[in-house]
């Protein structure tokens, strides 16, 4: 799966050592460019691979990402581990997201028969009743 957007937050990096030997993690926030922007946190592992991608709070990327399951202590976890980043150039981005002319599409004009109220007329009758049915 790939996802765009611009990373927010990088998160400092998490050591450790296991039975194969010592490990290092590190998580970065990014956040999409759609109408209603959405944030989701994955992570690399692996120090070669944090020092080969060098992610920036604020760059432009692509995140390839695989997303797994684990269970424990009963509570079940997603997991979204990244394996390709690839930057993108800004300028493109803020091209492509600039809102359109404001000139309306034939989606958004008003019907054709334009003389037709969308609503009945109200009547001002001495109903106590208000209700339109």
Same mark, same amino acid.
């Given at each position: 799966?790939?996802l ?7 998160? *400092?990096?998490r *050591? ?10 590190? @998580? !970065?926030v990014i956040?999409?460019?759609? @109408? !209603?922007? $959405? ?6 592992? +692996? ?7 060098a992610? $920036?709070? /604020? *760059? *432009? ?10 269970? !424990?202590? /009963?509570?079940?976890f997603n ?9 993108v150039d800004?300028?493109?981005? @803020?091209?492509? /997201?600039? &809102?359109?002319?404001a000139t &309306? =599409?034939? /989606? =958004?004009? #008003?019907?054709? +028969? +334009?003389?037709? #109220?969308?609503?009945? &007329?109200t =009547?001002? +009758? ?7 049915f």
């Amino acid at each position: 799966m790939e996802l765009q957007g611009r990373v927010i937050v990088v998160m *400092e990096p998490r *050591e450790g050592t296991s039975a194969r030997g010592p490990w290092k993690s590190q @998580q !970065y926030v990014i956040e999409t460019h759609d @109408q !209603y922007p $959405k944030k989701m946190v994955f992570d690399i592992f +692996g120090a070669d691979r944090i020092d080969q991608f060098a992610i $920036k709070a /604020g *760059e *432009e990327i692509i995140v390839s990402f695989d997303v797994d399951a684990h269970e !424990y202590q /009963g509570r079940w976890f997603n997991n979204i581990r990244a394996w390709n980043i690839q930057r993108v150039d800004a300028a493109a981005v @803020q091209a492509a /997201g600039s &809102p359109a002319s404001a000139t &309306p =599409t034939q /989606g =958004t004009q #008003a019907p054709a +028969g +334009g003389s037709q #109220a969308p609503f009945p &007329p109200t =009547t001002s +009758g001495s109903d106590a009743d208000d209700l339109p049915f």
